[in-house]
């Protein structure tokens, strides 16, 4: 009935490859993001969603620590960062982060995320130390830390080939790279936002030669800024060609931009639309990366639920303290509890599944129905 429906819409060539599972095409992508037809995408999406992960849909209980907000790379979308001085300027200590850890030690949490600016007074050694803090306190928790910008940093500190550093960054304790700071690779858009940061390419390297020394990692995509429909087609396309070449992709987040306090103040930020049609044609064009992410703290609980139904497996986690988009004006709590996202899971209708950082069950004691 509404596969009939699709076939009269101006998408009908492309439902007939979704259908098939045909890969799409640069230009198959670029008339997606041309299409305001939000329900054929989602239609569409649904149906790649179903075919690699049925009605599962994951989450995680994790505990971000931003380990400080000082950075030297003045990204222009960025409303975290501070300068040293600055009365909001932090860099935690090694305790310190062991704190924050302890504060939440009875809560059963799996993932710690740990991502942070480039504060250029901390040693190489900083880096491997936080990683110990934490599987001090926490021997099993999964540490997913550093997006690649970090580690370029510590590549440049160390001065050692960046195997070395992976190989550094696992025996201190490394379960996982996040998949940020890749932003939207195209050239013009690294020169105007973020030109003192590492652009795509080199992101592209980095992660290559992360899954090259087995780590698994996220991607994702900054979008609802500056950037165009033909760059974020790219930028699809590119992290598709390295999963092709590694299969070391996880999930894949896009990360909706939230203007507030930063340099682009001015822009509207992303709206429920372009978000659902973000998730759906990230859904179609990766056909080879096993997760899509609605990150709820980004896009909102309700967003994310019904993203459900726009290519969305995966709605994160029930994340204690974020700051980087509190601080770009995020409406949304902090933390939510898991009962909360199985309740927003379930209540659309799809299965509630709580997974450690790398998809495995977790297998807890007590039931997951309400
Ligand atoms: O690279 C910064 C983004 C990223 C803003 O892998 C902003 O599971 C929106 O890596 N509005 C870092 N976005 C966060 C990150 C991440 C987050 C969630 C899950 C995972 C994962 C990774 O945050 C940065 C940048 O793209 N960002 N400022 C802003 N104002």
């Known amino acids: 009935m509404i596969a009939d429906l699709v076939r009269q819409t101006s998408l009908a060539d492309i439902y007939d490859k979704v259908k098939v599972g045909t890969r799409l095409s640069y230009e198959e992508g670029l008339r997606l993001y041309e299409s305001s037809d939000l329900h ?10 179903e075919r690699i992960n049925g009605d599962k849909t994951y989450f995680v209980r994790n505990q971000h620590i931003n380990y400080t907000n000082i950075c030297n790379k003045f990204c222009k979308f960025c409303a975290f960062y501070a300068l040293p001085g600055q ?9 310190e982060i062991q704190k924050k850890v302890l504060e939440q030690i009875e809560q059963p949490i799996t993932e710690i995320h740990m991502v942070a600016g480039i504060n250029p007074r901390l040693p190489y050694s900083y880096y491997l130390d936080i990683l110990r ?27 050692k080939p960046l195997a070395e550093v992976y190989a550094d960054l696992k025996a201190a304790g490394l379960d996982s790279l996040p998949g940020g700071g890749a932003e939207v690779f195209a050239e013009r858009v690294h020169q105007e936002l973020y030109p003192l940061k590492i652009g795509g390419d080199r992101w592209v390297e980095l992660m290559e030669a992360a899954h090259q020394a087995g780590l698994k990692s996220n991607c994702t995509m900054l979008y609802g800024h500056i950037e165009r429909a033909e ?43 372009s978000d659902l049609k973000q998730i759906a044609i990230a859904r179609l064009m990766l056909d080879n990366i096993p997760h899509i992410k609605a990150y709820w703290i980004m896009i909102t609980p309700q967003i994310s639920q019904v993203a459900l139904w726009y290519g969305a497996d995966d709605i994160d986690g029930t994340v204690i303290e974020e ?10 709590p902090q933390s939510l509890t898991r009962n909360a996202l199985a309740h927003l899971i379930r209540e659309a209708g799809r299965e509630p599944l709580e997974r450690d950082n790398v998809y495995n069950l977790i297998n807890r004691d007590y039931p997951m129905s309400e």
């Open 133 to 159: 803090a934490v599987k001090a306190v926490r021997p099993d928790v999964h540490i997913k830390a550093y997006t690649m910008v970090e580690i370029e940093q510590m590549h440049k500190l160390a001065k």
């Open 323 to 332: 700051k980087i988009y509190h601080d770009a004006g995020a409406q949304t």
């Open 231 to 273: 760059e974020k087609v790219d930028h699809l396309i590119r992290l598709r060609e390295l999963q092709d070449r590694t299969g070391g992709f996880l999930a894949f987040i896009p990360l909706a931009f939230h203007p507030d306090n930063s340099d682009m103040a001015d822009l509207p930020g992303t709206t429920g639309f």
């Open 87 to 95: 009365e909001r300027a932090y860099s935690m200590t090694p305790e």
């Open 40 to 49: 054929t995408l989602g239609f569409m999406a649904n149906i790649v969603r």
